[in-house]
């Protein structure tokens, strides 16, 4: 998993076909998606129960590239290992579902993943700079987590702020949140360079005629790589 800043879109499969994971996986790196974004919900931290590790070790042959795991669950370390056992190559942790995000964060990298640490929309950057040397992925909330199909809220100055914080280091900013290729650009522009989409690449295709993903998802990747630029 080389480290470039080039822009790549992740499709969120919580907006795909729950009866189809595999394919829906399938589909969408065939029609251009870079990573594969999976949301997992504890209806704890989040109000909204989804995906566990047997869900990623299921669809992960299926996954040719990156498996993003983004656990929006509390207490995240018990799980750290399981989900690193089925495949994810990103784990993703949440600094306000516990007190330890050092230690969270030193037991993904323990586990063989790269570790994310997710923001939501409430959540200053004050702490995030003591976390830098252990992170390879800052999630930005840009909806408040839970739900798919959210109203993006524009944080486009608190995306400047880290990436001016990030500097020369090898760490993706990723939004996570109301991505379209109407909201792309401003994420883009403000440093921004992994894009989760789920009802954005979703919609309108299916596995039977994937071709909309591929659409949507260069419709997004235009227009963010046009603000980029």
């Keep these: 998993m080389a480290f470039d800043r080039s822009i790549k879109i992740a499709p969120s499969i919580l907006a795909a076909d729950f009866a189809n994971f595999g394919a829906e996986c ?3 790196e065939a029609q251009g998606a870079d990573w594969v974004h999976v949301d997992v919900m504890d209806g704890h931290f989040v109000p909204n129960i989804t995906f566990g590790p047997a869900t990623c070790a299921a669809i992960r042959p299926h996954i040719k590239g990156v498996m993003d795991v983004h656990l929006m669950i509390a207490p995240v370390d018990p799980y750290i290992e399981a989900f690193a056992q089925s495949g994810a190559d990103v784990i993703t ?3 306000e579902a516990g007190p330890h995000i050092h230690r969270t964060l030193q037991a993904i990298r323990g586990a063989g993943a790269k570790a994310g640490l997710a923001l939501n929309p409430g959540t200053g950057l004050g702490d995030v700079a003591h976390l830098l040397d252990m992170v390879d992925l800052v999630c930005v909330m840009t909806v408040n987590p839970g739900f798919g199909g959210q109203k993006f809220i524009d944080l486009s100055a608190k995306i400047r702020d880290l990436r001016a914080m990030i500097g020369d280091r090898p760490i993706h900013i990723e939004i996570d ?3 379209t290729p109407t909201t792309a650009p401003l994420v883009a522009a403000a440093g921004a360079d992994v894009l989760v989409a789920g009802s954005a ?9 994937p071709a909309p993903y591929g659409a949507n998802i260069a419709a997004i990747r235009a227009a963010a790589e046009a603000a980029q630029s």
Excluded: E, I, R, T
């Design 26 to 28: 399938a589909a969408v």
């Design 201 to 209: 690449v979703f919609k309108g295709g299916s596995v039977s005629d």
């Design 177 to 179: 949140g109301g991505v």
């Design 93 to 95: 942790a949440h600094l």
